[in-house]
């Protein structure tokens, strides 16, 4: 796709637009003209070619109570172009197609420069209304009233500004269509198996839920060599759509009753459901990888259930309930020798990351294709809302021009 080179006649100036905005809890988005100012130090401000939605859209537009704040410009996954820089930017420059990411990579603080983890010290990760370093909106309606960030991003709007830590620069002959998934939900899945949890070739791999998020990592798992993907979820036909992502074999946990899902998994094999301390003998000690994608404590308790003792890791993806909390068997712990971890963002640095997955994706080896279920103009995007709430739907692509 030809991308359009932006013009400095904009630069400096107010830009009037049009934004999708969340004006009230689980009111249809209202698309109507904004202005956006221009980018000021370490910032940029970008022309959204198309975004993708996340459920973590559908999550804060529910919202009633704080974080949630109302008027809101929602969406973080996209790709757009560089219209203008403010001062202070390295790294890009008008014209460069970039990808925003909600999880800052400064470069240049501890937590950034280090090859432990990817959680920025400068700019932590916060449901902030406002742009990282000063605390302001560059969003305002027509009236003058300010209109609030969501993540850093705000990608449902024809532009927006983005701090330089939450850009990266990127091939610009990769399908924008393709290449916005990974500024949040393919990223994190696919992440959390290769980086996190570093699955190796020939392990075993469960997944607690198989929406996007559990698909990706199983897409993840795939790409790392995994043998066995084992898929729990509690809508049957999800193994069909679990295959196409590597996924090997499947449990529908609303079929337990009172059995724990650990138990469950021997009813695959038509063996007795006995105990926990069984199936990790059936299962030759365990997985040696649990995916919880849902956002429930108890699933991440059958999940730590499942892993192998002495080297068994539980990764934890899924967003719960504020102040949901885990009840782990202190003795188990100590005994078990299993390991249990958030991932963020999949573990991924995005500034470093990001491009070499579009690397393997345009090496046909990472297949975003199969994620993209819709794709629709960006008049659509209530729509678009409707399909993913319904569950009819992958990733839909929303298409910011003509």
């Known amino acids: 796709m030809d991308i359009e080179k932006p013009s400095n006649k904009t630069a400096g100036k107010p830009i009037q637009c049009r934004a999708a905005i969340a004006t009230a ?5 209202v698309i109507d003209e904004v202005i956006v100012d221009p980018p000021n130090s370490h910032e940029v401000r970008v022309r959204i070619i198309c975004t993708s939605l996340c459920h973590s859209d559908v999550t804060f537009w529910k919202m009633k109570d704080f974080p949630a704040v109302f008027p809101r410009i929602l969406g973080h996954e996209a790709i757009g172009v560089v219209e203008s820089v403010g001062e202070n930017v390295d790294g890009v420059v008008e014209g ?10 400064c470069t240049e603080c501890v937590g950034c420069r280090s090859k432990k983890g990817n959680l920025c010290s400068a700019f932590p990760f916060k449901i902030s209304p406002w742009m990282p370093r000063d605390q302001t909106s560059r969003f305002k309606d027509l009236r003058g009233e300010t209109i609030h960030h969501f993540v850093s991003v705000s990608s449902f709007s024809e532009y927006t500004v983005l701090d330089i830590a939450h850009v990266v620069k990127v091939d610009p002959t990769v399908p924008p269509n393709r290449a916005c998934l990974l500024s949040c939900g393919v990223s994190t899945g696919v992440g959390a198996a290769w980086r996190t949890a570093n699955v190796e070739v020939g392990s075993t791999v469960v997944i607690f ?24 979820d509690v809508i049957s036909e999800k193994f069909e759509i679990g295959k196409r992502f590597g996924v090997t074999e499947f449990v529908n946990s609303k079929n337990c009753g009172d ?35 849902v956002g429930l404590a108890s699933l991440v308790q059958e999940a730590y259930a499942c892993c192998r003792k002495g080297w068994g890791k539980t990764i934890v993806l899924g967003v ?14 100590l005994h078990s020798g299993k390991i249990l971890m958030g991932s963020l963002f999949g573990g991924l640095k995005a500034k470093s990351d990001i491009p070499i997955l579009l690397k393997r994706y345009m090496d046909k080896e990472l297949e975003l ?16 809302f409707d399909l993913l ?3 009819k739907c992958l990733r839909c692509v929303i298409w910011m021009g003509e």
């Open 25 to 29: 809890p689980g009111e249809p988005l």
């Open 96 to 105: 460069d197609v970039v990808i925003p990411h909600f999880l800052a990579d």
């Open 209 to 232: 839920g198989l929406g996007s998020i559990g698909l990706a990592v199983a897409e993840g798992a795939r790409l790392c060599g995994a043998t066995r993907i084992i898929g729990v």
């Open 259 to 293: 059995k724990s899902v650990s138990q469950v998994l021997l009813s695959i094999y038509d063996l007795p459901l006995l105990t926990i301390s069984i199936i990790i003998d059936m299962t030759d000690g365990g997985a040696d990888y649990c995916f919880e994608c």
């Open 320 to 333: 719960d309930q504020p102040g949901s909390q885990l009840s782990l068997s202190s003795f188990e712990v």
């Open 369 to 384: 294709d199969k994620f993209v279920t819709h794709e629709m103009k960006f008049e659509e995007i209530n729509s678009a």
């Open 389 to 391: 709430i319904k569950g």
